[in-house]
């Protein structure tokens, strides 16, 4: 057996192990760092970064960098540490026992990463015997910005076949059940960047990490798979996409593209839109004011959610859905619209939308005469003519303008109409005379040659059989037509602005005044007795009057007697009843039934010792505000002997 080595070898041994094994770490580090100097310390580990680069990523940059130290050559207490970024001293740690267990770790702060470029990060290690060496530097990379220098991207480019006739069944089956979109080439377009592209907004595609051919070749090509295609369904498909730096920051949304997706066979076989007011060759103002339209008719091959787009002239109507029924759609033109459009020859047409994409129809030519007498309206869009003044009304007795008073009944009013610019020879006045429901139309009145040059129109006559047709009214409505000479293609009459008149000449019942009412269960000697009032009540009616009207109030009063023939002085006191009637649209021309209750009202005469008694009834017509009494009492004998 080999005998032991003295203590002086062993401690010569040693140093010789320790000395080889540090001058291999040199020899190691000198060919990892051949720029190093000799006494440099091994380069610090930075965790969690990226690339050859050492690019931080978001995460990091938000919550630290993690710096690895590696121990040094003869670690001791008292040894000092300096951790360094861009040559700044950031942390300090003192070492306490050179046993401790390496490398050190150290979580760089956010703040210090705020600044993107390149940051050098070192460390130095000041030893008990003051000597200091550095490490190797390494290069951090603190990139904070956007993609394409935080400017909006330019949109996907798509092939020119889809831009124009959208994508459809026969393109996907033609290239491969998918469409390719490019990606333009973007500011600081580099390996590892990633494009995040979104169809229809609710259908994102797989993330495309960019690789360095992308970059050579100077854009990025991504696939939409057919089945994506299908998922979002038809119609005018979003499409959009956003950068995503190498450090994870996103870009801004790029210009968005609208792509038409047309998967079922397209509308065919459309018809020229028809005008039924046009049929007779000619849509006149009077066709405007009853109501124009244009009516389309089924086509071939029609889809739930296609819409009508019309046109009448260069003015686009609203959109209007079509019916999946087979049946025609009508679409309304407004009297605006055709007046504003004018006269002459109008184009009609219709585009069907299906998913924003249109379809056009052909044209229908239409002609149009609005042309009219008078002054240019100023306002289409309201039946009248503005710069029609109202007409004056005057009863031919009282002569008080706009109101027609009884003493006017018999003998007629006239209506004036002012006289208007641009007025012409052979132009037609006709007064309108009334509400639409009792519309009168007066004779009307030929402008002659010496009106003109008068600039004064005569007065029209209202007749006095016009005048016992017209219901009080206090604000009966009577205004004007202008209609174009005889001979023109159209009449076009145009309305003026109308007058409100007063009109009360006769109440409710006409000239004769209202009638006096009658007891329904009166007997042939002028009685009603107690079997036909007990329990029900005296049943009364008020006939039918003259000028009846809706919104009437009839109301009856009845009187009871203590004696036979209504003497003064035998009224029962609480033996007064009123009732009222509120005439309805329907009732109008209808005799009115009243009924006077037994209780309170009719049984006080039995209390008499003879069971005589009386009533009397008369009625009020409250019309337009007005009371009017019946000219006639209506009364009658009571008998409740029970019998």
């Known amino acids: 057996m080999q005998s032991k080595i003295t203590a002086q070898q062993a401690r010569s041994l040693q140093r010789n192990v320790r000395r080889a094994r540090a001058e291999q770490r040199r020899r190691m580090q000198a060919a990892q760092h051949p720029q190093a100097r000799a006494n440099e310390l091994e380069a610090p580990t930075v965790v969690g970064v990226l690339y050859e680069d050492n690019l931080v990523p978001l995460d990091v940059l938000d919550s630290g960098l993690e710096i690895q130290v590696p121990v040094w050559p003869r670690l001791q207490a008292g040894d000092e540490l300096s951790i360094l970024w861009d040559d700044v001293e950031v942390h300090r740690f003192v070492v306490t026992d050179a046993e401790m267990v390496f490398p050190y770790s150290y979580i760089l702060p956010p703040d210090n990463m705020q600044v993107s470029g390149s940051h050098r990060l070192t460390y130095s290690a000041l030893l008990i015997s003051g000597l200091e060496p550095s490490s190797v530097p390494v290069i951090v990379t603190v990139d904070r910005n956007e993609p394409n220098s935080g400017n909006i991207p330019a949109a996907l480019e798509f092939p020119a076949e889809i831009v124009s006739d959208g994508i459809t069944p026969a393109y996907l089956a033609a290239n491969g059940d998918k469409v390719m979109v490019k990606v333009p080439h973007y500011s600081g377009m580099e390996a590892n960047q990633s494009v995040h592209v979104l169809w229809g907004n609710s259908h994102p595609l797989p993330i495309k990490v960019l690789e360095q051919a992308d970059v050579d070749q100077g ?324 006939p039918a009057y003259l000028n009846m009207q809706a919104n009437d109030k009839v109301t009856l009063e009845w009187q009871a007697y203590s004696a036979l023939g209504t003497p003064v002085g035998e009224e029962i006191a609480e033996a007064l009843f009123t009732q009222t009637i509120d005439v309805t649209a329907d009732m109008v021309g209808s005799d009115l039934a009243f009924t006077v209750p037994y209780d309170t009202y009719i049984s006080p005469i039995a209390l008499e010792e003879d069971f005589f008694g009386s009533a009397k009834v008369i009625y009020t017509v409250n019309q337009g505000g007005t009371d009017f009494l019946s000219e006639e009492e209506a009364t009658v004998n009571i008998d409740l002997l029970d019998l």
């Open 219 to 542: 854009y990025v090509e991504i696939e939409i798979p057919g089945d994506t295609i299908r998922a979002a369904g038809e119609g005018r498909m979003d499409a959009y996409y956003y950068l995503t730096s190498r450090a994870g920051f996103d870009g801004k949304e790029s210009i968005h593209s609208d792509i038409d997706v047309i998967l079922s066979a397209p509308p065919s076989g459309l018809l020229a839109p028809t005008v039924l007011l046009a049929e007779d060759g000619l849509v006149d103002r009077d066709d405007a004011t009853a109501g124009v339209f244009i009516t389309v008719a089924p086509y071939q091959n029609m889809g739930a959610g296609d819409q009508v787009a019309a046109k009448w002239g260069s003015t686009a109507l609203a959109l209007y859905p079509m019916q999946v029924d087979g049946h025609p759609v009508d679409i309304a033109v407004s009297r605006a619209i055709v007046i504003n459009e004018g006269s002459g020859v109008i184009d009609v047409s219709y585009e069907i939308l299906r998913n924003s994409r249109p379809y056009g129809s052909p044209v229908t030519p239409i002609t149009v005469d609005i042309d009219t007498a008078g002054p240019l309206d100023p306002d289409p869009t309201t039946p009248e003519n503005e710069l029609l003044a109202a007409p004056t009304v005057l009863g031919n007795v009282s002569q008080s303008p706009n109101e027609l008073t009884p003493e006017d009944l018999e003998s007629g009013a006239t209506v004036e109409v002012p006289f208007y610019s641009e007025a012409k020879e052979g132009e037609i006045i006709t007064v309108q005379w009334g509400s639409m429901s009792g519309l009168i139309a007066l004779p009307p009145y030929t402008i002659t040659a010496q009106d003109v040059t008068d600039q004064q129109l005569p007065p029209v006559p209202v007749s006095t059989a016009v005048l016992e047709g017209t219901l009080n009214n206090p604000a009966l409505p009577v205004n004007y037509t202008l209609t174009r000479p005889l001979g023109a293609p159209a009449a076009n009459p145009v309305l003026s602005l109308t007058q409100s008149v007063n009109a009360h000449m006769s109440g409710p019942g006409g000239i004769d005044g209202l009638g006096a009412a009658t007891f329904d269960d009166i007997n042939g000697r002028g009685y009603l007795l107690y079997a036909v009032v007990y329990p029900d009540g005296a049943k009364i009616t008020v």
